[in-house]
Antibody, heavy 119, light 109 residues
Framework: QLQLQESGPGLVKPSETLSLTCTVS??????????WGWIRQPPGKGLEWIGS???????YYNPSLKSRVTISVDTSKNQFSLKLSSVTAADTAVYYC???????????WGKGTTVTVSS | EIVLTQSPATLSLSPGERATLSCGAS???????LAWYQQKPGLAPRLLIY???SRATGIPDRFSGSGSGTDFTLTISRLEPEDFAVYYC??????????FGGGTKVEIK
């Protein structure tokens, strides 16, 4: 059974770069036709798609975050990663990794990790 | 970017009642590429419905989805105690731009 697990610092200073990793178990991240994605949820608010990466390496980003986001895949470690630069308090959220099946609906989710931006 | 508007924001119902949740899109969602999720406090969202009307694996048949174009509906035929949660719709007409609705909270009346 495919499982996803987020990891990374829970506290990031303003203006710095947020870095998170999602480890995939129970399946290969490089299996064809799979996408991998990141979604976030600020405290008490709704869900926001951050971006997705295709197994081939093609990336797709939320236009509102595109200038600050990088998503990459490390097939040797069966992981994919998120980097969000120049963070502010507005980036404080629970960050989820997920599998967007057929590039669209998220059929598998990680449990989420809370990231707080504060000095 | 397609904007999704969910209504109502809060739905107050009793167990056993029927719940009808709406999701409206600012433009037509291609191929009815719309999903519904359930989220309980402190947990990740769970996929309920994809392609507007297909139930995900393990989802009870009291959950059903319908709609096309710009208007979509999630119906819970008879609310069970475990169904009280927040529900989100999401469109994936283009894999390069995914958007979620603002959510509907189904609470116990």
């Amino acid at each position: 059974q495919l499982q996803l697990q987020e990891s990374g610092p829970g506290l990031v200073k303003p203006s710095e770069t947020l870095s998170l990793t999602c480890t995939v178990s129970g399946g290969s991240i490089s299996s064809s036709s799979y996408y991998w994605g990141w979604i976030r949820q600020p405290p008490g608010k709704g869900l926001e798609w951050i971006g997705s990466i295709y197994y081939s390496g093609s990336t797709y980003y939320n236009p509102s975050l595109k200038s600050r986001v990088t998503i990459s895949v490390d097939t040797s470690k069966n992981q994919f990663s998120l980097k969000l630069s120049s963070v502010t308090a507005a980036d404080t959220a629970v960050y989820y990794c997920a599998r967007p099946k057929r590039g669209g609906y998220m059929d598998v989710w990680g449990k989420g990790t809370t990231v707080t931006v504060s000095s | 970017e397609i904007v999704l508007t969910q209504s109502p924001a809060t739905l107050s119902l009793s167990p056993g009642e029927r719940a009808t949740l709406s999701c409206g899109a600012s433009q037509s969602v291609s191929s009815s590429y719309l999903a519904w999720y359930q989220q309980k406090p402190g947990l990740a969202p769970r996929l309920l419905i994809y392609d507007a009307s297909s139930r995900a694996t393990g989802i009870p048949d009291r959950f059903s989805g319908s709609g096309s174009g710009t208007d979509f509906t999630l119906t819970i035929s008879r609310l069970e105690p475990e169904d009280f949660a927040v529900y989100y719709c999401q469109q994936y007409g283009s894999s390069s731009s995914l958007t979620f609705g603002g959510g509907t909270k189904v609470e116990i009346k």
